[in-house]
């Protein structure tokens, strides 16, 4: 009756189904993960964000790295800008796909420690890039800046190479180490991305927050998966009905077409 499934065609298909199930099993598994990946991130920096300022000193210190938790923390410190030691950061974005640069600029601590902050995005001013481009001032003398703390940049985290032979004052990648090897002095390890003092007239255009990613996303393409690995049996077992009524549907018409007319 169903002989026919020996036959190439259907040893193929049947093939095919088998292997099919358990690879959508695993994807569905591995949306999952990434899910629930996801989702731990999205918590981590809504705490982060949500957590109260505290002095950039508690968290870290020259050489350190800073850690998935202390990640997008508040921090505050106090201080006045050095203009002199300003650099740009290559090849940045702002929210509208421009490119342009990040403006770094050491921040020097009462302890004389230096903390490393990106004041912003500025637009390119120039075809080729070479030449330093127009910085607008921060304020000066002594303040309090709060901001987002960062890690220390890296070509493998970030996948930005690390290029040699720049323009003078233009670096590829915020790094502390980096940064006290050029300035000779005690850099907190990681980066702040400033929030306070907030933005005026002609300075950088501030960097937008983290976003949440879409972990919702993940888990509908898991259950997706899943509903794909289950209807690949139902829809073998409908094929394999189907071509038993057609053949046993031929095997009554041959009779019938094979008999002799009488006259």
């Known amino acids: 009756m169903y002989r026919f499934l020996l036959s190439r065609q259907w040893v193929i298909l049947t093939l095919l189904a088998v292997l099919l199930i358990p690879t959508m099993i695993k994807l569905g598994f591995w949306q999952m993960h990434r899910y629930e ?17 505290v002095p950039v000193e508690s968290l870290t210190a020259p050489g350190e790295k800073i850690t998935t938790r202390e990640r997008y923390r508040t921090v505050t410190a106090k201080g006045r800008f050095d203009t002199d030691r300003e650099v740009v950061v290559r090849r940045r974005t702002d929210g509208d796909d421009n490119i342009g640069y990040h403006v770094l600029t050491p921040f020097v601590l009462n302890d004389g420690k230096v903390l490393l902050v990106n004041r912003g995005w500025i637009p390119a001013d120039g075809p080729s890039q070479t030449a330093f481009p127009k910085v607008p001032a921060p304020p000066r003398g002594e303040l ?31 790094n502390s180490e980096q940064q006290a090897e050029r300035l000779d002095a005690r850099v907190l390890g990681g980066y702040v991305v400033l929030k306070t003092p907030e933005p005026k007239n002609d300075t950088p255009e501030p960097i937008g927050g983290p976003g949440n990613e879409n972990a919702a ?12 690995a289950a209807a ?20 009554d018409v041959e009779p019938a077409e094979a008999e002799p007319v009488t006259v």
């Open 37 to 53: 990946e996801r989702t731990a991130r999205n918590d981590l920096v809504a705490h982060a964000l949500e957590a109260p300022p």
């Open 232 to 251: 690949v049996p139902v829809g073998w077992w409908f094929l394999v009905r189907r071509e038993k009524r057609d053949r046993e549907a031929a095997e």
């Open 217 to 228: 996303l993940n888990f509908a393409y898991a259950i997706q998966w899943w509903l794909f």
């Open 144 to 174: 309090t800046l709060t901001g987002r703390l960062m890690p220390d940049e890296t070509t493998e985290a970030s996948g930005i190479k690390d290029l040699e032979g720049l323009p003078d004052r233009q670096i590829m990648l915020i």
